[in-house]
């Protein structure tokens, strides 16, 4: 009888790497594992074969175990990476800013246009207009007036924010220089 040989380290993802090798005795069973090569691995194989008795293996842990595949269904894999942001760059953040808030500034733009429009129509304006003259103030409201005002004070606001985007970088550049960054797990499935 050969004695058996050491299995190996195993695998990440918690199969064996090697499978141990024993001398078949008669009337016991054997039986062959096929493994999937590791990608990670420079030598992965495409199967092993086993003379070890049938034993019944360890449960695997539940987030470990693969699940049976129906007919027709791939099998979906999970696949689990940690990145660290260690810097971001703060000319990136201007140019996504300055296209972030003038887009938010078009969208702002359009819906008053069309709040002006629905309030102009139901005579909303006329009777503010009528009421104001009742007190003896003579106000005059334009809406041209109205939305070049409104895009004015929307344009400095676009800089405004997006230099203290820039700003906000910069500053978290200097402290992920101090505590490493941050971390993310991202999870792939496949």
Not at 117 to 130: I, Y
Not at 164 to 182: E, K, R, S
Request: proline letters at 8%; aromatic letters at 6%.
């Amino acid at each position: 009888m050969r004695p058996s040989a050491p299995e190996g380290r195993g695998r990440a993802d918690g199969e064996p790497s090697t499978v141990p090798r024993s001398a078949a005795r008669p009337g016991e069973a054997t039986e062959v594992i096929e493994r999937r090569p590791n990608p990670r691995s420079p030598s992965a194989g495409a199967a092993v074969a086993s003379t070890a008795p049938a034993a019944p293996s360890p449960p695997a842990s539940p987030a470990r175990q693969a699940r049976p595949a129906t007919a027709g269904q791939p099998v979906r894999r999970t696949t689990r990476r940690r990145s660290t942001v260690r810097k971001v760059d703060p000319w990136s953040v201007l140019k996504l800013s300055l296209l972030f808030y003038f887009c938010a500034l078009l969208v702002v733009m359009l819906a008053l246009t069309v709040f002006w429009a629905v309030v102009n129509q139901l005579g909303l304006v006329d009777h503010l207009l009528d009421f104001l003259a009742e007190l003896q103030l003579v106000i005059e409201i334009r809406g041209g007036m109205i939305a070049r005002a409104v895009f004015l004070i929307g344009l400095l606001n676009v800089v405004l924010w997006s230099g203290i985007n820039v700003f906000l970088a910069f500053l978290y550049n200097l402290i992920a220089d101090l505590v490493g960054g941050l971390r993310l797990t991202l999870v792939e499935e496949e």
